[in-house]
């Protein structure tokens, strides 16, 4: 199985900081990379497909990067509503595995 | 665009089974890929398993073989999870989300059903 490892695992930022997360891969995903954002009591909602794809909707402060085995999601100016835990996913092979999340909070 | 909306909360005791439906509206079912994934306290998302209706095919994560069975009633357009064996690790929440068969995300997803196993 790929095994997909965040960090930082939490992190505490102000409204408008600059904001990266990075997700590595223990073996090659090519650019079959996904990031979602999940909110408390909802499901994960997609925001970056295909490494650095922003799903439709989703706000161009959002933007993704990376091939192969090291990504990042960058959020250029946080928002209050980007309060959240953001995960990404592997889709190269099966089993589709996802990293354990890191969990943006107000500093 | 697709809507996924999930059966409710189930309570169950440690050696039942559980059987989550997933209720597919705006595309049928013969058109869409179902996959499922839980997300349990301490181990994140897990991916379970899926469907592709398209060459009949179910695959299984193999943490979950033997345990967990995918199946789907076209007629009602609606797909189902059963998962048997059950213990207190198996408490979480379970989702039914799908991918466009070009693409490689999960775009849709259900509300989520919590399972909780107790004694």
């Known amino acids: 199985d790929i095994q997909m490892t965040q960090s930082p695992p939490s992190l505490s930022a102000s409204v408008g900081d600059r904001v990266t997360i990075t997700c590595r891969a223990s073996q090659h995903v090519g650019k079959n990379l996904n990031w979602y954002q999940q909110r408390p009591g909802q499901a994960p909602e997609l925001l970056i497909y295909?490494?650095?794809k922003l799903e439709r909707g989703v706000p161009s402060r959002f933007s993704g990067g990376g091939f192969g085995t090291d990504f990042t999601l960058t959020i250029k100016s946080l928002q209050s509503e980007d309060y959240a835990t953001y995960f990404c996913q592997q889709f190269h092979s099966v089993p589709v595995t996802f990293g354990g999340g890191t969990r943006v909070e107000i500093k | 665009q697709v809507q996924m909306v999930q059966s409710g909360a189930e309570v169950k005791k440690p050696g039942a089974s559980v059987k989550v439906s997933c209720k597919v509206s705006g595309h049928t079912l013969t058109e869409i890929i179902i996959h499922w994934v839980r997300q349990v306290p301490g181990e994140g998302l897990e991916w379970m398993g899926g469907?592709?209706?398209?060459?009949?095919?179910?695959f299984y994560a193999q943490k979950f073989q033997g345990r967990v069975s995918l199946t789907e009633d076209t007629s009602a357009d609606t797909a189902y999870m059963e998962l048997g064996s059950l213990t207190s690790e198996d408490t979480g929440v379970y989702y039914c989300?799908?991918?466009?068969?070009?693409?490689?995300?999960?775009?849709?997803w259900g509300q989520g059903t919590l399972v909780t196993v107790s004694s």
């Open positions: 989300t799908t991918h466009p068969r070009s693409g490689t995300y999960y775009v849709y």
């Open positions: 295909d490494a650095s």
């Open positions: 469907f592709d209706p398209e060459d009949g095919e179910t």
